[in-house]
């Protein structure tokens, strides 16, 4: 039986990202992962607000979790003589999105979002290939990801499939995040 995660996970999977191949490509990439985390907070505060039950308590924890990710990242840019964009407009498109869902729509549209953010994440070989690029202290958020968003993910499975009376406007914001996602990174690196 397809399941809303798998079927999510399937749409997330559907979709072809752009692939780092200069230090350019990895700044761009590192200014908008910047602003989504950013906005992460605040998108989950909203969450909080918006929600009740199991699924408020989710929101709470995971706001806990993702506590000074941003400036973490912001930190290892620095390493990197980088720093993060004022403002991300490529950023404020993705996640304003959410902000539509949260205030006209309701709170289960985030957990597509977060899908797309976690679902896929990025694998500790090419943290790795990383590391050796441009050092592991530049690289610590990203390792932390890497290493915790593939149980996060499975937790954030196990919520969806909760909420299957939520599956459509789960999968569609978890597609249209990750469409959102690739057209704006690839953009980025064509422009780096």
Do not use: N
Request: glycine share 4%; charged share 25%; net charge negative.
């Amino acid at each position: 039986m397809m399941t809303p995660s798998i079927v999510t996970a399937d749409l997330i999977c559907s979709v072809s990202m752009p692939k780092m191949e200069t230090r350019a490509h990895f700044i761009a990439f590192l200014k908008f992962v910047h602003g989504l985390m950013r906005a992460s907070g605040p998108l989950l505060e909203l969450a909080v607000e918006r929600s009740s039950g199991a699924l408020r308590e989710y929101y709470k924890a995971h706001l806990a979790e993702e506590k000074d990710h941003a400036d973490w990242l912001a930190e290892d840019m620095e390493l990197l003589s980088e720093a993060p964009s004022q403002i991300d407009h490529a950023a404020a498109a993705t996640a304003g999105a959410q902000y539509y869902y949260l205030r006209h729509v309701g709170p289960h549209a985030l957990l597509g979002y977060m899908a797309a953010m976690e679902f896929r994440p990025m694998s500790l070989a090419d943290v790795e290939s990383l590391e050796t690029l441009y050092g592991a202290p530049a690289i610590r958020t990203l390792r932390y990801h890497a290493t915790h968003d593939p149980e996060h993910a499975k937790e954030l499975a196990r919520v969806i499939d909760e909420h299957a009376k939520f599956a459509d406007i789960i999968c569609y914001s978890a597609f249209v995040t990750t469409r959102m996602l690739a057209f704006y990174l690839d953009e980025r690196m064509r422009h780096a």
